[in-house]
């Protein structure tokens, strides 16, 4: 061991979905949209000045951060915006859970929430989903030093009740609880209602999967303003310039298109039912789902095969060899024909 490997920070990275490098494939590993951006960023990309390019982004953002909070009726200092949801969750880690006590998530979540927490040095514990994968209230109604979950969940798909979220930010009024609600606009109730009523709730939306722009990295926080300020403080004692020019002006327009943000919303969801109705005939059984994936476990061959067999033949879904879920592919909603030729892969070539 060299002298200064004792003081190395050590951590397990994050394992991101695969980006498969050959074109002609099927990819519905890493549940982005199938459907392009809004036809107004295409537009715009076409007029942005170079030039421009040598000068530094507004360290505020604040073309982005105004149309969001025009968006969801909220005060422009209600929102944070950044690199992506990642960014902003991990902002978020940074700011809020400095307790000696353990913050909470969920056993089967998403599977950075362990990363950040380990990165940052901050204790945490994983309460159990129950056997049908469902979060347990009870369990997040103990001394903890803050809590953050997916709704839906991922990569359950599940979705939980506004009833039970607000149960929960009630009764944590000491600890802030942050809703990620990366998959919301794909069916589920968000919890961005209830931010005026609860100082100590942080509702995190992402433009990756529902507005087409996961390549951009945009993320955004919205809660009382006492907690974007404190996120805020944070993020300007680190790097003061996350948003890249680009980024800023495509994603105004990019939220500012809702019919086409609703109907591609609308076709995923169509094809989301669709796919689960087949997928059902031949053999799966899956959650119901809110999300662009659904999680799916078949009744007699081991999700690790058929994962594997998919790959080989140029079709990307998600596996995660994880306890409880090895026994699960995550598929991504893609297009209609996207979804057909899975299926027919599944029918014909693995007989299921
Ligand atoms: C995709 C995802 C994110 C992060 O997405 P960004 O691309 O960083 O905005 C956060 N949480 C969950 C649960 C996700 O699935």
Same mark, same amino acid.
């Given at each position: 061991m060299?002298?200064?490997?004792?003081n190395?920070r050590r951590?397990?990275?994050?394992?991101p979905?695969?980006?498969p490098?050959q074109?002609?494939?099927?990819?519905?590993?890493t549940?982005?949209?199938?459907?392009?951006p809004?036809?107004?960023v295409?537009?715009?990309l076409?007029?942005?000045v170079?030039?421009?390019f040598?000068?530094?982004?507004?360290p505020n953002a604040?073309v982005?951060v105004d149309?969001?909070a025009?968006y969801?009726?909220?005060?422009?200092d209600?929102?944070f915006v950044?690199?992506?949801?990642?960014?902003?969750?991990?902002?978020?880690?940074?700011?809020?859970?400095?307790?000696?006590?353990?913050?909470? =998530?969920?056993d089967i979540?998403?599977s950075?929430?362990?990363?950040?927490?380990?990165v940052?040095k901050?204790?945490?514990k994983?309460?159990a989903?129950?056997?049908?994968?469902?979060?347990?209230?009870?369990?997040?109604?103990?001394?903890?030093?803050?809590?953050?979950?997916p709704?839906?969940n991922?990569p359950?798909?599940?979705?939980?009740?506004?009833?039970?979220?607000?149960e929960?930010?009630?009764?944590n009024?000491?600890?802030?609880v942050?809703?990620d609600?990366?998959y919301?606009?794909f069916?589920?109730?968000?919890?961005?209602?209830?931010?005026?009523?609860?100082?100590?709730?942080?509702?995190?939306?992402?433009?990756?999967?529902?507005?087409?722009?996961?390549?951009?990295?945009?993320?955004?926080?919205?809660?009382?303003?006492?907690l974007?300020?404190?996120m805020n403080?944070?993020?300007f004692?680190?790097n003061?310039?996350?948003?890249?020019?680009?980024?800023l002006e495509?994603?105004?327009l990019?939220?500012?298109?809702?019919?086409?943000?609703?109907?591609?919303?609308k076709?995923?969801?169509a094809?989301?039912?669709w796919?689960?109705?087949?997928?059902t005939r031949?053999?799966?059984t899956m959650?119901d789902?809110?999300?662009?994936?659904?999680?799916?476990t078949?009744a007699?061959?081991?999700a690790?095969?058929?994962f594997e067999?998919?790959r080989?033949n140029?079709? =990307?879904?998600?596996?995660?060899?994880?306890p409880?879920?090895?026994?699960y592919?995550r598929i991504?909603?893609?297009?209609?024909?996207?979804?057909r030729t899975?299926?027919n892969?599944l029918e014909?070539k693995?007989?299921l």
């Amino acid at each position: 061991m060299k002298a200064w490997e004792k003081n190395v920070r050590r951590v397990v990275p994050y394992t991101p979905g695969e980006q498969p490098k050959q074109k002609n494939v099927v990819k519905l590993n890493t549940n982005e949209n199938p459907y392009p951006p809004a036809p107004a960023v295409a537009k715009k990309l076409q007029e942005i000045v170079y030039d421009d390019f040598r000068k530094y982004p507004d360290p505020n953002a604040s073309v982005l951060v105004d149309a969001i909070a025009t968006y969801y009726g909220v005060g422009k200092d209600q929102v944070f915006v950044g690199v992506g949801s990642d960014d902003v969750i991990s902002m978020a880690f940074l700011t809020f859970f400095n307790s000696e006590k353990p913050v909470l =998530f969920p056993d089967i979540s998403y599977s950075f929430y362990s990363v950040w927490a380990d990165v940052y040095k901050i204790p945490y514990k994983q309460p159990a989903l129950d056997a049908n994968f469902q979060l347990v209230k009870e369990d997040y109604m103990k001394e903890n030093g803050g809590i953050i979950f997916p709704n839906p969940n991922a990569p359950t798909s599940i979705a939980v009740g506004l009833d039970v979220i607000e149960e929960i930010v009630k009764a944590n009024s000491d600890v802030v609880v942050i809703v990620d609600e990366a998959y919301v606009d794909f069916g589920a109730k968000s919890a961005l209602e209830l931010v005026e009523k609860y100082d100590n709730l942080l509702v995190v939306q992402t433009f990756s999967k529902s507005r087409s722009m996961a390549g951009m990295r945009i993320g955004f926080a919205i809660g009382q303003p006492e907690l974007i300020k404190a996120m805020n403080d944070v993020k300007f004692s680190i790097n003061s310039y996350t948003m890249n020019r680009p980024s800023l002006e495509l994603g105004v327009l990019a939220i500012e298109d809702d019919a086409y943000f609703k109907e591609t919303c609308k076709k995923i969801v169509a094809t989301r039912e669709w796919t689960m109705k087949e997928l059902t005939r031949l053999g799966f059984t899956m959650f119901d789902s809110k999300a662009n994936f659904v999680f799916a476990t078949h009744a007699t061959v081991p999700a690790k095969e058929i994962f594997e067999a998919l790959r080989e033949n140029g079709i =990307f879904v998600r596996y995660f060899n994880a306890p409880r879920i090895d026994n699960y592919l995550r598929i991504t909603i893609g297009t209609d024909e996207e979804m057909r030729t899975l299926v027919n892969f599944l029918e014909k070539k693995l007989s299921l």
